[in-house]
C-alpha cells in the first residue's frame, strides 16, 4: 500500500512560479515510477511530467521548458517546479505512483494510487 499525498497549489499571476510537492508514505520501495498529471475544467485530463526510479524524467511538449521534476530520495517526495505559468496551466493537478513486482520484495504488486489533486490557478 502506498499513500500519496500533493501539496503546493495555490492562485499566482502569469508569469509566476509554484513548486508541487508529491509526498509517499507506505510501501514506498514498490514505487516503479511518479506521473504528474492535471485536468482543467471541460478538458480531458493529460500527462504533465513523468519521474521514473532511475532518474529518468519526461515532459510534456506544453510545458518543456518551464517545468522541471526531481526527487529528494531520503524525504520520499517528487517535486514539479512549475515557472513562466500561463493561464492555460490552470487546472487541478494529480500525482499518480505507479508500483510493480519486484524480484527482492514479493510483496510488491501491480498498481497505480492516485492522490486528491491539489489546485493550481493562473490569472491573467
Known amino acids: 500500500q502506498v499513500q500519496p499525498e500533493e501539496s503546493g497549489g495555490g492562485s499566482v499571476q502569469a508569469g509566476g512560479s509554484l513548486r508541487l510537492s508529491c509526498a509517499a508514505s507506505?510501501?514506498?520501495?514498490?514505487?516503479?515510477?511518479i506521473t504528474w498529471y492535471r485536468q482543467a475544467p471541460g478538458k480531458e485530463r493529460e500527462f504533465v511530467s513523468r519521474?521514473?526510479?532511475?532518474?529518468?524524467?519526461s515532459y510534456a511538449e506544453s510545458v518543456k521548458g518551464r517545468f522541471t521534476i526531481s526527487q529528494d530520495s531520503a524525504k520520499n517526495t517528487v517535486y514539479l517546479q512549475m515557472n513562466n505559468l500561463s493561464p492555460d496551466d490552470t487546472a487541478t493537478y494529480y500525482c499518480?505512483?505507479?508500483?510493480?513486482?519486484?524480484?527482492?520484495?514479493?510483496?510488491?504488486?501491480?498498481?497505480?494510487?492516485w492522490g486528491k489533486g491539489t489546485l493550481v490557478t493562473i490569472s491573467a
Open positions: 507506505g510501501s514506498t520501495y514498490c514505487i516503479s515510477d
Open positions: 499518480k505512483i505507479h508500483t510493480k513486482w519486484w524480484n527482492s520484495r514479493p510483496s510488491c504488486s501491480v498498481k497505480d494510487y
Open positions: 519521474f521514473e526510479r532511475y532518474g529518468s524524467t
